[in-house]
């Protein structure tokens, strides 16, 4: 069975700090990973997504998440925070085509950006 | 485009009567999934449509969540009748019939169970 762990229900950072969200995963096939973001009172919106081909993936907003195979992770960063960047943030695997097509999730990060 | 849309954004109910939920996926896109999210916790999913068939349905919590999608379209998730444990938001999500495919997600319905 897949699982994903985020470290940090709560991380806070000042504007311009690097944004630093973990997640790490488990799966029995190589997985498809993604991070969504919710921004108050909306719906989940993708950042980015790993599908195996480069491991460096860079998303929207500035963001991107490194795969490593060998710690099975896939951290967010973020080099330089912006008060905007004030939303929770999900870690999510699938590992279709294997068995279970559907999306599990982390428990989510509540980043604050402070002025 | 439009995106996935969900009806209603909010409901509130009392214990024991029913509510149901409606999601409209991203034309052309036949997957649809739903996902619940309880207060506190994490995301988790209920069920999966491939167009009007049921592909997966081992999250859904108990034989009082009905989950219909007629003719490969919209989607329906009622509930009946509601407990306390229900309340929560409650996501649809769509995406094309590729690996890795990006699910997007509707606003969600955000139940609240007296």
């Known amino acids: 069975a897949q699982s994903v762990t985020q470290l940090g229900s709560h991380v806070s950072v000042s504007e311009g700090a690097l944004v630093l969200l973990r997640c790490n995963y488990s799966s029995s096939v190589p997985p498809y990973l993604f991070w969504y973001v919710q921004y108050p009172n909306q719906g989940l919106q993708l950042l980015l997504k790993y599908t195996s081909a480069a491991t460096l993936v860079k998303g929207i907003n500035g963001f991107e998440a490194e795969f490593k195979k060998s710690e099975t992770s896939f951290h967010l960063t973020k080099p330089s925070a912006h008060m905007s960047d004030a939303a929770e943030y999900f870690c999510a695997v699938s590992d279709w085509p294997g068995s279970a097509r559907q999306l599990t999730f982390g428990s989510g990060t509540q980043l604050t950006v402070l002025p | 485009e439009a995106g996935v849309t969900q009806f209603p954004s909010h409901s509130v109910i009392e214990k024991g009567q029913t509510v149901t939920l409606r999601c409209d996926p991203i034309?052309?896109?036949?997957?649809l999934y739903w996902y619940r999210r309880v207060m506190g916790k994490e995301i988790k999913f209920l069920l999966h449509f491939v167009k009007e068939s049921k592909q997966d349905e081992s999250g859904m919590p108990n034989n009082r969540f009905l989950a219909e999608r007629t003719g490969g379209t919209y989607s329906t998730l009622k509930v009946q009748p509601a407990e306390l444990e229900d309340s929560g938001v409650y996501f649809c999500a769509s995406s094309q019939m590729r690996a890795g495919e990006t699910q997007y997600f509707g606003p969600g319905t955000r139940l609240l169970v007296l």
């Open positions: 034309s052309g896109h036949d997957n």
